[in-house]
């Protein structure tokens, strides 16, 4: 538990670093974003992928973006799994030692009115070795509001439905993970 807990502690620093870095990066004083997360939420996944003979016939985790701020995802092993889709094609991801994958999530391309895009991505198993990985998801805290920041849409339209974070969360949950069809139902037209 204390080894989690140190792990946790350490991968929120690096996700509150990098969203100061983005928020800079917009125009924006680092505090638009980072009050938003005081007391946010995090949650961490272990994630197994065992072996299997018939590869090319499963998943290990369909096609989907996350809905939080930023996911760090840890390939704890060699065996290359996570993919990200890119006009249209899967590229794999491959692991580095060490080295975290920052992925962007629905919230914060909401938040950035489509600046920033989340991340499409899927994991598929090795027909012959396990892969492990730790996938650490950052979200603002429950009081948010998930809609476009107004200090970057004052000249410009909202490209995305504003709701609290509570229902944002029941919302995406109770979908299937299908792509980003989530975060489509979330544009408005």
């Not at 509150?16 to 997360?37: H, P, W, Y």
């Not at 975290?100 to 999530?105: A, D, E, H, K």
Request: charged share 25%.
């Amino acid at each position: 538990r204390s080894t989690l807990d140190r792990y946790s502690g350490a991968v929120k620093e690096i996700a509150d670093s990098l969203l100061a870095t983005m928020a800079e990066n917009l125009g924006l004083k680092q505090e638009v974003i980072a009050d938003r997360c005081v007391g946010g939420v995090q949650s961490v996944r272990m994630n197994y992928y065992p072996p299997c003979a018939q590869a090319d016939k499963v998943i290990g985790f369909s096609p989907h973006s996350d809905a939080d701020l930023l996911t760090l995802v840890l390939q704890v092993n060699h065996v290359q799994g996570l993919q990200i889709k890119r006009n249209g094609s899967w590229f794999p991801v491959r692991p580095v030692e060490g080295a975290l994958i920052v992925n962007i999530g629905d919230i914060f391309e909401i938040f950035t009115n489509g600046r920033y895009r989340s991340i499409e991505h899927r994991a598929v198993v090795d027909p012959k070795e396990e892969r492990l990985s730790s996938a650490a998801f950052h979200s603002p805290n429950i009081d948010a509001t998930i809609g476009p920041l107004k200090e970057l849409t004052a000249d410009e339209d909202e490209a995305y439905k504003t709701v609290d974070h509570e229902n944002f969360m029941r919302l995406f949950f109770a979908t299937k993970l299908e792509g980003k069809s989530f975060l489509d139902r979330m544009k408005l037209k």
